[in-house]
């Protein structure tokens, strides 16, 4: 079975703080990504990434950056966080078959900015 | 714009119920999934979609794709069905590897 894990399900943090949230797939899988969930939003695209070092931005990097330096971990920085980044973050993991993208989620990560 | 549209947006039902959640879409796909979300946040896939209708248990998929749209139905609703229901889409192959979501639709089954 894939498996997607991130290294929090609960985060408080304050305003201005430099927070990390980290995800780690087992099947090799090329493309990774960042989701954030709000109410009424649905899942909107931060940035995702279809290789070692490779980035793309999503519809919504503004305050965000990633980083991959390991094809199984891909990482999102909020470099200074602010109160309209609390939110429900999710990590997933892709790969081509068939001709068909199938992606995997992590658990999430719920955010609490003060 | 929404690439994804569904409806409706939120549904309580009576345990027992048939269930129907609608999915529109206006880009060329290569499939289309439901996804299930619990509270606690896990997201996990129901049904890859292409063409046609899929069963799984007491859950139904079917898709159009002339008329770009698919239908999710439970049939006998059962408390425990209770979650966000997703509809989500990739594009044709060759477009790129991004997908786009729905909103979801949060269905309550009351005992």
């Known amino acids: 079975d894939v498996k997607v894990t991130q290294s929090s399900r609960y985060l408080v943090k304050r305003t201005g703080e430099k927070v990390f949230l980290e995800c780690v797939q087992d099947?090799?899988?090329?493309?990774m990504f960042w989701y954030r969930q709000d109410p009424g939003l649905g899942l909107r695209l931060i940035y995702f990434s279809y290789d070692v070092k490779m980035k793309e931005k999503g519809d919504i990097p503004e305050g965000y950056s990633v980083s991959r330096e390991k094809k199984e971990r891909f990482s999102l920085i909020l470099e200074s966080a602010s109160t309209n980044q609390t939110s429900m973050y999710l990590c997933?993991?892709?790969?081509?078959?068939?001709?068909?993208?199938?992606?995997?989620f992590g658990p999430g990560t719920r955010l609490t900015v003060l | 714009k929404n690439e994804v549209e569904q409806s409706p947006q939120n549904l309580t039902a009576q345990e027992g119920e048939f269930i129907t959640i609608n999915c529109s879409y206006s880009v060329g796909i290569s499939a289309l999934h439901w996804l299930q979300q619990h509270p606690g946040g896990g997201i996990v896939s129901l049904f890859m979609?292409?063409?046609g209708k899929k069963k799984h248990g007491r859950l139904i998929a079917t898709i159009n794709i002339q008329e770009k749209h698919s239908s999710l139905h439970i049939t006998a609703s059962h408390p425990r069905d209770s979650a966000v229901y997703i509809c989500a889409v990739t594009q044709e192959a060759n477009t790129g590897n991004q997908f786009y979501f729905g909103t979801g639709t949060s269905l309550t089954v009351i005992p």
């Open positions: 979609l292409s063409s």
């Open positions: 997933a993991s892709s790969l081509w078959r068939g001709g068909v993208n199938t992606q995997y």
């Open positions: 099947m090799d899988h090329e493309n």
